[in-house]
């Protein structure tokens, strides 16, 4: 391989978001990402949430190089270096079929990278994309690479070293990162639990809250937790572990009661360690108190949970119910929350629309004519805010990460090795 050779090999590869239903919240070690506690999370659809990225390799290029959402970005972090480091030591030798190409396992150390990544989501609707995008480099970058995992979790485990969360975004469906014990984190990997095929009646819908104030970062926010929260190390102790095993019980047996009881209690209790925190962080706002209401008021109507919600490091909520409730759901949403004056309900309800349709509305004037859910009777309770959401996205449990075989879908011109 000569350095004026002007080859461009490259692979393209897809990971999705996931929201943890137990969540991870405080690292054990700071640089090899271990956390406090074991966790669970549902895989949503890559077809809705996801990080697409482009990684080419060529003796043409002079750095490793970096293009988040169309611009470009530093690679010093050395979360990036961790994950490329971790990759390239296990590099095999590959014959692209492309290009005819052989790279031997050795060059792949000296070979430098142009990627290009893009989320298929809004970056400023403040949806985590940490891990899709984690998950999509270290699987994508294996791919190009011909990396073989020689235990199983090994991929996750390099992810983990991107973000935590990003570990639990190589595998579909419901995927529990194990805590592990060893120090240097080899067993502190994501395992899945269930495919996304495994629980086909489980519908989400994502709540994008419209104002948003600037918030704490996730990984500043648990160091501090962890540094003065007491409640954190209880919860981590004698909580969660009773917990994993109750959702994985909950999730076998397709248990929805279960399922959103944990998921609501989890989702609680994790805000309620950012309270203990000092100074006390605050992710949830007045929007996302009223969604919980929404949710609570509804479930205390019927005696047993109809949907639940969940809540990351911002105001945004995730919730969940089933098939047969989606659209009922959606109909509270849409009439608690109509979006603001002017906005289409194209644009105000996106993703997988099978439920909107379920739920009979074509149009705002369908919006118009909702009729106020049974548990809103009470004339206490403040009825309807325009505004508060900037949209609502609509997904389902979805599958992992995956190669884009079509070329069309490379985000680098082969020619330059520059992002379209
Ligand atoms: C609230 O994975 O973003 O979303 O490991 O520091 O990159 P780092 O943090 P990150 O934290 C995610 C926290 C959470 C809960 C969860 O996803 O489990």
Not at 130 to 135: D, L, M, P, V
Not at 257 to 286: G, K, M, V
Request: aromatic share 8%.
């Amino acid at each position: 391989m000569g350095s004026g050779e002007a080859w461009v090999v490259m692979r393209t590869g897809r990971a999705p978001s996931n929201i943890a239903v137990i969540k991870y919240w405080g690292k054990r070690d700071e640089k090899l990402i271990l956390p406090v506690n074991s966790s669970i999370s549902v895989t949503l659809n890559p077809d809705d949430l996801s990080a697409t990225t482009t990684i080419a390799a060529s003796p043409a290029f002079v750095a490793d190089r970096l293009w988040l959402n169309g611009k470009e970005v530093s690679m010093e972090s050395q979360r990036y270096k961790n994950c490329l480091r971790e990759i390239r030591e296990r590099a095999n030798d590959v014959v692209d079929e492309q290009t005819g190409v052989h790279i031997k396992r050795e060059d792949w150390l000296k070979l430098k990278l142009h990627i290009v990544s893009e989320n298929n989501f809004p970056t400023a609707a403040g949806l985590a994309s940490s891990a899709a995008g984690f998950a999509c480099l270290v699987y994508t970058l294996a791919q190009l690479m011909g990396v073989n995992e020689r235990y199983q979790g090994e991929l996750s485990a390099i992810a983990r070293l991107g973000s935590g969360s990003a570990c639990r975004s190589l595998d579909g469906g419901f995927v529990k990162w194990d805590m592990g014990q060893k120090e240097d984190g080899a067993d502190s990997i994501a395992v899945q639990i269930a495919n996304e095929t495994h629980w086909k009646d489980l519908v989400i819908f994502i709540a994008v809250v419209s104002s948003r104030q600037k918030e704490v970062s996730s990984t500043s926010g648990m160091q501090e937790t962890v540094q003065t929260s007491p409640f954190l190390h209880f919860r981590a102790k004698d909580v969660v572990p009773k917990r994993i095993k109750e959702m994985e019980d909950a999730v076998a047996r397709h248990d929805f009661s279960s399922f959103a009881r944990i998921t609501c209690a989890d989702s609680n209790q994790f805000h309620a360690t950012c309270l203990d925190t000092s100074p006390p962080i605050f992710y949830l706002n007045d929007t996302s108190k009223r969604l919980i209401g929404l949710v609570e008021r509804w479930n205390t109507q019927e005696g047993s949970p109809q949907a639940a919600y969940t809540f990351d490091a911002g105001p945004n909520a995730v919730l969940f119910t089933t098939e047969s409730n989606s659209s009922l759901l959606l109909q509270r949403l849409l009439f608690q929350f109509p979006p603001a004056p002017g906005v289409v309900l194209s644009s105000y309800v996106v993703g997988d629309l099978k439920t909107l349709e379920l739920a009979g509305i074509k149009s705002l004037k369908d919006l118009a004519s909702l009729e106020p859910p049974k548990e809103l009777a009470e004339p206490k309770i403040p009825l309807r805010t325009p505004g508060e959401l900037a949209y609502i996205i609509c997904t389902r449990p979805g599958r992992g990460a995956f190669l884009l075989k079509d070329l069309g879908s490379s985000l680098i011109d082969s020619t330059s090795g520059l992002p379209f």
